[in-house]
């Protein structure tokens, strides 16, 4: 059974830094793209960055210039450097990947982890 585990998530001042971690685990054959996605109390679910296997990377508006994402493909883990922190990037933060298990790649979603930043 495939599964991905998240942590690094917690309270942090405003202006601070977290690094969020989320690891593949189960049978597969490979990973696809990898990414990170919040939802805070009241709204929907929003991307906030995804990366290639190949390291190709895309960020939302709103932490350009703030946070990196990066992966290990040897550990089949994504990473989510977080600084500069903002009340409103208090969240939710999901981790995504597009994991192969068949032909076909399916979507796989992590617990989340709650990132809570005070002003």
């Known amino acids: 059974q495939v599964q991905l585990v998240e942590s690094g998530g917690g309270l942090v001042q405003a202006g601070g830094s977290l690094r969020l971690s989320c690891t593949a685990s189960?049978?597969?054959?490979?990973?696809?793209?990898m990414g990170w996605y919040r939802q805070a109390p009241g709204e929907e679910r929003e991307l906030v960055a995804t990366?290639?296997?190949?390291?190709?990377?895309n960020y939302a508006d709103s932490v350009k210039g703030r946070f990196a994402i990066s992966r290990d493909n040897a550990k089949n883990t994504v990473y989510l450097q977080m600084n500069s922190l903002k009340f409103e990037d208090t969240a939710v933060y999901y981790c995504?990947?597009?994991?192969?298990?068949?032909?076909?790649?399916?979507?796989?979603w992590g617990q989340g982890t709650q990132v809570t930043v005070s002003s």
């Open positions: 995504n990947a597009r994991i192969r298990i068949a032909v076909n790649p399916y979507n796989y």
């Open positions: 990366i290639s296997n190949g390291g190709t990377t």
């Open positions: 189960g049978r597969f054959f490979g990973i696809n793209d």
